[in-house]
C-alpha cells in the first residue's frame, strides 16, 4: 500500500516498485517503528493534535500490531513497499482511516533515521555483551597458560620468550577498546531524529522532547535536517564492527597457524572444527578460517555505506535507502561469529612442552646478552653488536648461545663472563621481564586482575543499557 498518491494518475510500473521495494529486509525495523509509533502517538495525543478517542485506538492497535509482528500473525505482504507502509496498513486494517491518523507531523524520513538508531542501539550493546564473552573465554585461557612459555614472534621470526598466557590475553585488550568505542558510539548516536519531519521539522505543537526520552534517547538532534541525513551513527557502527572483525580475524590466524602440523601447538576441541570429504585424516580450523574471513565482509561493508553516504547533498535522499543492508549483514554475521569464536577459544588446548621446548629456538635468548653487558656498563650499541657476534658464533658451529664455552664468550667481549649463562635460559628470561606491561608471570597475574575487573565493569555497565533499552521497548 502507497503512503502517497493524491498527485499521481498511474501507480508504479512493476520494475520501479520492485526497485523501490525495502520490506524483504527493513521487516527488521518493525519492532523498533510499532516503538516510535506509540511515542508519536503519545505527543499526538497529548497535545490534542489528535483527539483522545483516535489516540486510544492507535495506541491499541500498535499494541495489538506489536504483538502480531513478534507472533508472526501479522507480516509484509507483496504489495507493501518498506515496513513503515506494511505497519500503516496493519493500522488501517484495523481501524479503518482513523490509522492514518499517525501520520500527522511524521514523515519516513524522521521516522526510519529513528528506527534505524533504535535497531542499531539494540544489536550494538548485544554486540558489547557477546565481546565480553569473549574476553572472558580468552582470560580464563590465559590464566591457564601465564607459566608456560613460549616463543614470542616479531615478523613471524622467533624474538624473545613470552608468558603464552601473555600472548593470548593480548587480544581481549582490543577487545576492550573496542566496548569502550561502542560506549562513546552510544552516546553519539543516542539522540532522536523524531519531529524533524521530512527535513524541515514540524507546525504542529509536538514536543520531540518528549518523545525522544520515551524511547530513551538522551536528547533530541538539534537541525532538523541533519536528523534526516545524518548516517554518521550507522557509518561508526560499521566501522566498530569492521574493527572487531580485524582483531578476530587475527585470532582465527594465530589459531589456524598454531593447529598447523608445523606449529603443532594448538589442539582445537572436534566441536569447532571440520572434516574433509577426501581426506579422511583431515581436522580443519573452520571456526578460526571463517572467523578470519567474515572481516572481509565486514570491511566491505563499511566500505559499501561510506560510498553510499558520500557526496549527498542537502537531506534526505532515496540513496539512503541503500544503508540498510550492509548494517543488517554486519551485524548478523558478527553476532554468528561470537559465540562461535567464544567456544573456540574456551575449548580450545595447547601443548606446553612444545611450546617450551620451541622458546629458545631461533636464538631467542641474544637480547639477554646484550642486557647482560649493558649491566655491566657496556653502551647497549656495543652490547648489540656482541651478542650478534656471539649469534653468528653459534650458527657457524650449529650450536645453542648457551653451548658457547667461556673462552668464546670473552673472546666476544672482555665482560662476557660465565655469569652470563644463568640467564640463557628461557624461565629466567622471562621471569625478569617485570615492567608492570611485561610478560614476568608475576606481572602477567596482575594484568588479568586488572583485565577482569574491565569485564566486570563493562559487564555491569551493559547490563544497566540492556535493562534500560529493554525497559524503553516494553513501555
Ligand atoms: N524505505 C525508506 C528508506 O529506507 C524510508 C524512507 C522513505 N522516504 C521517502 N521520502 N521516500 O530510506
Known sequence: MALWGGRFSSQPEEAMFALSRSVHFDWRLAPYDLRSSLAHVAILQEKKIIDSDTGKKLEG???????????????????????????????????GDVGGAIRAGRSRNDQVATDFRLYLIDHMIEIASQLLVVQKSIAQLAQQYVDAVAPGFTHLQHAQPVSFGHELAKHAHAFTRDISRIHDWLERANLSPLGAGALSGSSLPLDPEKSAANLGFSGVIEN??????????????????????????????????????????????DAYSTGSSIMPQKKNPDAAEL?????????????????????????????????????????????????????????????????????????????????????????????????????????????????????????IHPKLTADVRALLNVDGAIAARTSPNGTAPSSVKKQLDTLNQTIATNSAWVASERRRFSGMMDQ
Open 224 to 269: 532538523s535536517i541533519d536528523a534526516v541525513m545524518d548516517r554518521d551513527f550507522a557509518a561508526e557502527a560499521l566501522f566498530i564492527i569492521a574493527l572487531v572483525g580485524v582483531h578476530i580475524s587475527r585470532i582465527g590466524e594465530e589459531w589456524t597457524l598454531w593447529s598447523s602440523t608445523e606449529f603443532g601447538w594448538a589442539k582445537l576441541n
Open 61 to 95: 492497535a500498535l499494541r495489538q500490531l506489536q504483538k502480531e509482528v513478534v507472533a508472526g500473525t501479522f507480516t509484509a505482504i507483496d504489495s507493501d513497499e518498506d515496513v513503515h507502509s506494511a505497519l500503516e496498513r496493519g493500522l488501517k486494517e484495523k481501524l
Open 291 to 411: 572467523a578470519r574471513g567474515k572481516s572481509g565482509r565486514f570491511i566491505g561493508n563499511l566500505t559499501g555505506l561510506l560510498t553510499v553516504m558520500k557526496g549527498l547533498a542537502f537531506a534526505y535522499n532515496r540513496d539512503l535507502q541503500e544503508d540498510k543492508e550492509s548494517v543488517f549483514d554486519s551485524v548478523e554475521n558478527l553476532l554468528l561469529l561470537l559465540p562461535a569464536v567464544s567456544g573456540m577459544i574456551a575449548t580450545t588446548s595447547f601443548d606446553k612442552s612444545k611450546m617450551k621446548a620451541a622458546a629458545p629456538l631461533g636464538f631467542s635468548l641474544a637480547t639477554e646478552i646484550a642486557d647482560f653487558l649493558v649491566k655491566q656498563s657496556v653502551p647497549f650499541s656495543v652490547a648489540h653488536e656482541a651478542a650478534g657476534s656471539c649469534v653468528k658464533l653459534c650458527e657457524s658451529k650449529a650450536i645453542e648461545l648457551h653451548q658457547l664455552s667461556d673462552e668464546e664468550f670473552l673472546s
